[in-house]
């Protein structure tokens, strides 16, 4: 695939997760205005904890938004890999975020088991439902894109959490109708914060080891490294190197030792080609001579 092409498939790419985003966001920040005025319309903390992640929610579809339009930009005299990278920013700010609302929730609900609000059960299940069909929509319109961006995994990953909330607050309203339990209503935003915070934790971990340069999830090095080394014209390995840009991108940087009289291009062509297998298409490989600026175990000399 030339440079060209490949350009061309990952702007296709954006801009439908773009479509896509723009659509949720528009769905998302219209229920979030009612969820608020609902939570302190009918003092339910239920609604306003699914409120708190709403506002998340919107503030990531936003950040989320903003890295695809950086994202096309292309590779400057200041950024040589382009702008890329602040996808993974984006995604990682929107985890911080996440355990920000959670510590938020967890401790307001404290407050409501010392001091007790009556609830509006009928506004508070009304508003619920309507917030569950308004995540539905937005998960399928994420939901295609969610595999190709941690940007939009990430949104994608609260507004499901939204939708379990819904769920959890529509249950609790029909509680405390019932029985008139109104302590139901804290456990539940505490439900829907424990609820998040493994999948945050995940979405966190993930965009991390991108911006630590570590090896792609699902990838693994050791297999790499043998693949190379069964490459007959390939003697040795060392400096090896794989990491991401975005979950979109993999590259590899590596040293291979080759013996005299092999020729080098057509090793590191072959080293290439097996790469591909892997899903690594950026690589850059140094061939070296063994004898010339290497030991027999590839490692350079002093």
Not at 4 to 30: C, F, I, P, Q, R
Not at 173 to 199: M, N
Request: charged share 20%; hydrophobic share 50%; proline share 2%.
């Amino acid at each position: 695939m030339s440079h060209d092409d490949e350009h061309h498939g990952h702007d296709h790419t954006a801009g439908a997760n773009a479509t896509m985003l723009k659509w949720s966001l528009v769905l998302t920040s219209l229920y979030l205005l009612a969820e608020v005025a609902g939570g302190l319309v009918f003092h339910s903390l239920a609604l306003l904890s699914d409120a708190a992640h709403m506002l998340t929610d919107v503030a990531a579809l936003v950040i989320a938004l903003l890295a695809i339009k950086l994202g096309q930009k292309g590779a400057d005299e200041k950024r040589t890999f382009g702008y890329r990278r602040f996808e993974i920013l984006a995604a990682a700010f929107n985890a911080v975020l996440l355990f920000a609302v959670a510590v938020y929730v967890f401790i307001e609900a404290i407050q409501r088991f010392k001091k007790p609000e009556p609830i509006g059960t009928g506004g508070m299940m009304l508003i619920a439902i309507i917030g569950l069909v308004v995540n539905l929509l937005s998960m399928r319109l994420l939901m295609a894109g969610k595999d190709q961006s941690f940007n939009v995994k990430g949104a994608y990953l609260e507004v499901w959490a939204d939708m379990i909330g819904s769920l959890g607050v529509i249950a609790g309203a029909l509680v405390i109708r019932f029985t008139g339990w109104q302590w139901v209503d804290p456990v539940v935003a505490i439900g829907i914060g424990f609820w998040v915070l493994p999948r945050t934790w995940i979405l966190l971990r993930d965009t991390t080891n991108v911006l630590l340069e570590g090896v792609p999830k699902g990838l693994d090095l050791n297999a790499v490294r043998s693949a190379i080394a069964s490459i007959p014209d390939v003697t040795a390995i060392h400096d090896l190197h794989v990491w991401s840009m975005s979950n979109e991108e993999v590259s590899c940087t590596a040293h291979i030792t080759v013996a005299p009289g092999v020729d080098g291009t057509n090793a590191r062509a072959a080293v290439t080609s097996l790469l591909e297998q892997f899903d690594i298409e950026h690589a850059t490989i140094q061939v070296e001579r063994l004898g010339e600026h290497c030991t027999k175990d590839g490692k350079l000399h002093e």
